[in-house]
């Protein structure tokens, strides 16, 4: 069975920095998504993590640990726009199982 | 170029009707995978298409639920008899193999 957890909000101010965590316990693993998803949108990609340790992309980080089945979004320099649903997706071969994603909110 | 497109974007149905769905995925793209999200949820896998492999139907929730893949490339979903707990926002995605999916708009679909 699969068993996402993340939390289910966060708040943070306009140029501050949030991390999401998200822990998982999945049947199969060959790494793990993060998506973005604002309010009535599809969710679009943000990163991919296969290895161990961190994957920088400009503001957005991604952190992956095999062995403890845990993973961290890192939000830098918080925008407005980045109020959004930010989804944890462990994979197994094709198939992604998606957690109820943690809801950001962004203050000014 | 163009992405994944869904139609139609909204469907209202009357309980006991049947709905098709369509997604037309990116050009090219061998892998298409059917999502259903609920107010508030995660997004629910329900069948993955890639190639000419026999599809991954272990999510469909009920022999209800159905869907084709017509020439490698445009895909329908298509639930009969609709019941109130259909009513979800039906999200289609295409990948190129393995790699990172993209999403279509959706359908929204409320059953009355």
Avoid at chain 2, 53 to 72: H, M, N, V, W, Y
Wanted: neutral net charge; proline residues 4%.
């Amino acid at each position: 069975g699969q068993n996402i957890d993340q939390p289910t909000e966060m708040t943070a101010t306009e140029g501050a920095i949030v991390q999401i965590n998200c822990t998982y316990q999945t049947s199969g693993f060959n790494g793990l998504f993060w998506y973005q998803q604002h309010a009535g949108e599809a969710p679009t990609f943000l990163s991919y993590n296969v290895l161990d340790g961190l994957e920088e992309k400009g503001r957005f980080s991604s952190f992956l640990s095999r062995s403890k089945g845990y993973s961290y979004l890192l939000l830098k320099e918080l925008q407005m726009k980045d109020s959004a649903s930010y989804l944890c997706a462990p994979t197994n071969d094709y198939k992604l199982s998606f957690g109820a994603g943690t809801t950001v909110t962004v203050r000014a | 170029g163009a992405g994944v497109s869904q139609s139609p974007s909204n469907k209202v149905t009357e309980k006991g009707k049947d709905v098709e769905l369509r997604c037309d995925p990116i050009s090219g793209h061998t892998a298409l995978y059917w999502y259903r999200q609920s107010l508030g949820q995660g997004l629910e896998f329900l069948i993955y298409f890639q190639g000419n492999s026999a599809p991954d139907k272990s999510g469909l929730p009920s022999d209800r639920f159905s869907a084709e893949r017509t020439g490698g490339s445009v895909s329908t979903l298509t639930i009969q008899r609709t019941q109130q707990e259909d009513s979800a926002v039906y999200l289609c995605a295409s990948s190129n193999g393995r790699r990172e999916q993209y999403f279509g708009p959706g359908t929204r679909l409320t059953v009355t």
